[in-house]
């Protein structure tokens, strides 16, 4: 249901991007029309130019970041959004809170519900789902590639984690910061609590 969701997201966002004029839900919208991993790749993005790996980022960044990843935004709408997330007026932004921000709202329910699906999947409860944790719990042996013979378990488990880890920067493991990035971008495209709950519970059992 994913690759629809993400389809009917993309239509949605671009549609909305014609109406909207506030400069962070364009840039939000922007993300989404990308489909679910959209804001997470901008993400990753940043955290490659933060150099000194302070997790923030100046202005003249913030607006190579946002080229990197193609964004479309004149200088003056750039330096709205960068006004908006300064709140201390240091001339530098938190990615982190950056991020949060961007990320389409979601309720308690939601995120308790993500969270649960990480926790059932973080088998050793370090924070961090690897191909280790999914074994036993993500059932390889269904996927299309391994019963034809093309892929191994192993390939099936990184396709999979693939999906939550960024475009650029697949490392085979997936933070709860990801996880739930993935998911705010699945949930913006999911109308009502009652099933993006019954959603997740269908997908990982819960």
């Known amino acids: 249901g994913t690759a629809r969701h993400d389809r009917e997201m993309a239509i949605q966002a671009k549609r909305k991007l014609s109406k909207t004029t506030d400069p962070v839900e364009r840039l939000r919208l922007q993300c989404l029309a990308r489909g679910s991993a959209g804001i997470k790749g901008l993400g990753r993005v940043f955290r490659i130019m933060d150099d000194d790996n302070s997790r923030t980022l100046d202005f003249k960044e913030f607006v190579k970041g946002l080229n990197d990843y ?113 998911y705010a971008g699945v949930s913006a495209s999911i109308d009502t609590d009652v099933y993006f709950i019954i959603m997740m519970k269908n997908a990982w059992k819960l």
């Not at 709202?105 to 059932?120: G, L, V, Y």
């Not at 034809?148 to 920067?169: C, H, I, K, M």
């Open 70 to 182: 193609a964004m479309m935004i004149d200088k003056e709408e750039a330096q709205e959004i960068f006004r908006i997330f300064d709140k201390d007026g240091s001339g530098t932004i938190d990615f982190d809170e950056f991020l949060v921000t961007l990320r389409p709202p979601m309720s308690n329910a939601r995120k308790e519900i993500i969270m649960q699906a990480f926790r059932k999947l973080d088998k050793t409860g370090d924070g961090v789902i690897t191909i280790e944790d999914l074994r036993g719990v993500y059932n390889a042996k269904h996927h299309p590639k391994y019963q034809n013979g093309d892929w191994t378990e192993d390939q099936v488990f990184r396709a999979f984690l693939d999906n939550f880890d960024s475009p650029y920067d697949k490392d085979g493991k997936v933070t709860t910061e990801e996880f739930m990035n993935y």
